[in-house]
């Protein structure tokens, strides 16, 4: 069963009214979205996912709430194009929820998880061709390092990097992860598991996260209307880092007009930033996916 992270704080802070027009550009097995979809009893949730085993499941959970939802089985990168083509130009709360599932990390056969044996794959969009394998079979030596130390903030990148090229070809994920082990020091295995960062990486660049999640959020500030908020929940300081600073970029002065005495309208900021949440403690002991996660909330004032 998938525990939705910082659920409670999620809803709340989107301020959703019995009328308002939702998006959770993250569907997953909709724990986030059932909640919603409870609240907005005049309104409708549109709700993203390109994992058709995801949809399936949630499908039948929202059904039992009402019918006021539309599914749209694509990348949440299209979420403007794909509202506008439904004559949506404006919405009052979106949310972000960047974790990777819990039924996409515990089926053995999609790849993500480094506790489990499968083929390699990774790929959130079963149909697009690139996937873990690739990577790690196809990718250079320099390239492969460069991907694992910058997505993965891994210090031993270079290491792993050239460990993987000498045992190519890897088949699945327990084959890499006992590649990546020998690539290390001992005391480092010691203080948690030495794959971790390396299978975040992968993960980023079969699925090209941070850019789609940079345009889509980019695309989400113009999209909300005046009121209206945007959740974004990040599980690694990568993501965050993009949310922060696009975030502080149209909430704050411009730094050449600070110092004027008094600011023109029109280039006062148009959103204000609501609340910084981290899971409670508590949370945290019942889930330990949520150890790392942050939720950013951002309100539009003009």
């Known amino acids: ?121 990774m790929r959130m969009n079963q149909e697009q061709i690139l996937s873990a394998y690739n990577v790690v079979n196809e990718y250079d030596e320099t390239k492969l390092s460069e991907i694992i130390f910058k997505y993965g903030e891994e210090k031993y990148s270079r290491s792993i990097a050239k460990n993987i090229v000498k045992n190519r070809p890897i088949n699945t994920t327990l084959e890499l992860v006992e590649v990546i082990k020998e690539a290390v020091p001992m005391k480092y295995k010691l203080s948690h598991h030495p794959a971790r960062k390396t299978f975040q990486a992968i993960r980023i660049e079969v699925n090209n996260e941070l850019e789609v999640f940079k345009k889509s959020l980019l695309d989400a500030l113009s999209l909300i209307d005046v ?11 990568l993501e965050d880092r993009i949310c922060k600073e696009i975030f502080k970029s149209v909430s704050t002065v411009k730094k050449e007009l600070q110092n004027l005495p008094v600011t023109p309208k029109e280039y006062l900021p148009k959103f204000r930033v609501v609340k910084i949440v981290n899971p409670s403690d508590n949370e945290v002991s019942i889930n330990k996916r949520a150890r790392s996660a942050k939720l950013r909330v951002i309100e539009r004032i003009d």
């Open 1 to 121: 069963m998938h525990n939705s992270v910082l659920l409670n704080e999620s809803i709340e802070y989107l301020n959703i009214k019995d009328d308002s027009i939702i998006v959770d550009c993250t569907l997953g097995y909709g724990g986030h979205s059932s909640e919603i979809l409870k609240r907005v009893k005049n309104g409708h949730l549109y709700c993203f996912d390109q994992d058709l085993e995801a949809i399936n499941s949630s499908k039948k959970r929202l059904k039992s709430i009402s019918d006021n939802y539309t599914i749209i089985n694509s990348n949440f990168v299209n979420m403007k194009d794909e509202l506008n083509k439904l004559g949506i130009d404006k919405v009052n709360g979106i949310l972000y929820d960047l974790g990777v599932s819990s039924p996409q990390l515990d089926e053995d056969y999609r790849g993500f998880s480094f506790h489990k044996d499968a083929k390699l794959d």
């Open 227 to 237: 009121g209206g908020r945007i959740c974004v929940i990040t599980f690694h300081s």
